[in-house]
């Protein structure tokens, strides 16, 4: 079953090969720009929540602190949401006639890869298979599958559709990864 992030960006009668999503989909790390704004949101609520005007009633501080408080954990919790989201909408598919990449609004959106403008098809993957697709294009450019959990495999299926779409090679016998 394909996600319904590729399922309306299919043409009629066209089909899937392969998909699949890039194999982690981590949160956020140390060094992620994503982190950028959670650390803007706690440090302007630290500075909201130190610096109480004086002459407040303790219980009034005490209000004002805690709303502070909710409304910056309330819009972490929104912008983590929208992040993974985002990462989570990253899907890579094979078709008979492209390769499809879509992403969420920070991965670049959507990008369909005709099979006939693919030039070359490199690998670059570790011991256990993980890797990165990259395919160059007419005019040197490039897309990329990154962080496919089998890329050799993928990247066999990706040459033998190449082949099948410039008429060197029929595509039946092969069947679709699962």
Known sequence: ??????????????????????????LAGRNDL??????????ANAAAALFVPRGWHPVVTTIFRAA?????????LTYLTIVVR??????????????????????????????????????????KGRGIIALVVDGGRHAELADVADAPA??????AAIEAASGRATLRAIPPLP
């Open 86 to 127: 985002q990462r989570r909408q990253r899907c890579y598919a094979i078709t008979r006639d492209r390769v499809l990449l879509i992403g969420g609004f920070a991965a670049g959106g959507f990008r369909g890869v005709p099979l006939e403008t693919v030039r070359d098809v490199q690998l670059d993957a570790n011991a």
């Open 34 to 43: 994503a982190m950028l704004p959670i650390l803007a949101i706690v440090t």
């Open 68 to 76: 502070i408080t909710a409304s910056a954990i309330s819009l972490i």
């Open 1 to 26: 079953m394909t996600p319904p992030e590729l399922e309306y960006r299919l043409r009629p009668g066209e089909q899937v090969l392969w998909w699949g999503r890039p194999s982690s989909l981590a």
């Open 154 to 159: 993928v990247r066999d299926l990706l040459i």
